[in-house]
């Protein structure tokens, strides 16, 4: 979620106007952003530090993989299932094909694509 600013981000979560895009979950916090847009006379500037980038797709991805179950290449057939009430609704995490997204978006299930991160070996 992107906000004006610091007290605006704390009035909507004040105010439960925002939820979790996964659980539909109220109870959020704030969390700092590794982004930043800077404006110089019209002209937007965006600085991103790559180590916290990666420290945040780090944190996604330890989260998804502890509370989503893995479908592996059947996460199409799984989330249409899950869509048709065929199967019981939970967090699922897979893999699918450009044509299965395009016909997932047609039914209207939802999904999001979260990039991979491999493990860094020190």
Known sequence: MLVKDSASCEEQIAS???SCP???????AKAF???????DGGKKEEEVDSQYVRQALQLITDYIDKHFEDVGADFYKEALKIHSGEAEKRNIKGTATTEEEVILKEEGVAFFKVPIIKKMLN
């Open 33 to 39: 952003s590794p982004f930043m847009i800077k404006s």
């Open 16 to 18: 439960r106007t925002v």
């Open 22 to 28: 996964v659980c539909d979950d109220h109870q959020i």
